[in-house]
């Protein structure tokens, strides 16, 4: 199935619709080329800096839509993606890589929750930032989590959330707006979890989660998710132990170069 018109939820498979990361994303999504069935979807959308694929689903039967697809470039001369996200387990052959125009990035997972964390000890201390305290809390990422994108200020903030120590930031967490459930809740995707070095080993990361996580779900949230890195084994602990479960086992491939960015 190849299809272009109308948003992206009627045009989704069945089995699809309901995929948290694809309901969150869906408005990136709504003029996408879909490919695929209920075993597995492939969606293609046009950006400036390069076509942007995910796919999602059973990694051979998602191997075998990236290679059809590759070999549709191949055929017409186009351009280098200028990103690839698939599931972690989908191998792809050096052809059909060479022919996207990409090479491996970065392995991350997704994960999510639509219930409440058990209680953490700290978070009696987190208290949520006003648009007053942007400045301050960029200052403590820049310390505390440098290479994060995430900023205060964003068109999509939900919210930002810190720890203070003698009136000094410490740590601080964000949560970014997306779309959610097919009934029209929301959910948000937390961002920017950064302690300062002084002030790590003390649990201020998982007050912090919990906080935002609290937050989220108790105004109404169809659920909150994130991202993490696949080798961060001590924030997967973290997230596991808040509740949360993954949904998404994914590798990322860009072109040579790429310096952009790509939202989890």
């Given at each position: ?44 959308r046009s950006e400036e800096a390069g076509d942007v694929v995910l796919g999602a689903g059973d990694p ?72 007053a305290e942007a400045d301050e809390a960029a200052a403590c990422l820049a310390e505390a989590n440098p ?118």
């Open positions: 199935m190849t299809t272009t018109a109308g948003g992206l939820l009627p045009r989704l498979p069945g089995a699809f619709r309901a995929r948290r990361w694809l309901l969150a994303d869906r408005d990136r999504w709504h003029a996408a080329d879909v490919r695929g069935d209920d075993h597995a979807v492939v969606l293609v051979d039967a998602v191997a075998a839509l990236v290679r059809d697809l590759a070999h549709e470039r191949r055929a017409a001369g186009a351009g280098a993606l200028g990103w690839l996200t698939v599931p972690r387990s989908t191998v792809l052959g050096a052809s059909e890589l060479e022919a996207l125009g990409v090479a491996p990035y970065s392995t991350w997972d997704r994960m999510s929750t639509d219930e409440p964390p058990p209680a953490v000890a700290g978070e009696e201390s987190v208290v949520r930032l006003g648009p290479g994060t994108r995430a900023r205060p200020g964003g068109a999509d903030d939900a919210g930002w959330w810190g720890v203070r120590e003698q009136g000094r930031l410490v740590g601080v967490i964000g949560a970014a707006d997306r779309l959610g459930a097919a009934d029209g809740r929301r959910s948000w995707h937390l961002h920017g979890l950064g302690v300062r070095p002084a002030a790590r080993g003390r649990g201020l990361g998982a007050a912090l989660t919990a906080a935002a996580l609290r937050a989220g779900l108790g105004a109404g949230l169809a659920w909150v998710s994130l991202g993490l890195y696949a080798d961060n084994a001590v924030a997967r602990r973290l997230y596991l132990r808040l509740g949360m479960a993954v949904d998404e086992e994914n590798a990322s491939y860009a072109a040579p170069g790429y310096g952009g960015s790509w939202r989890r």
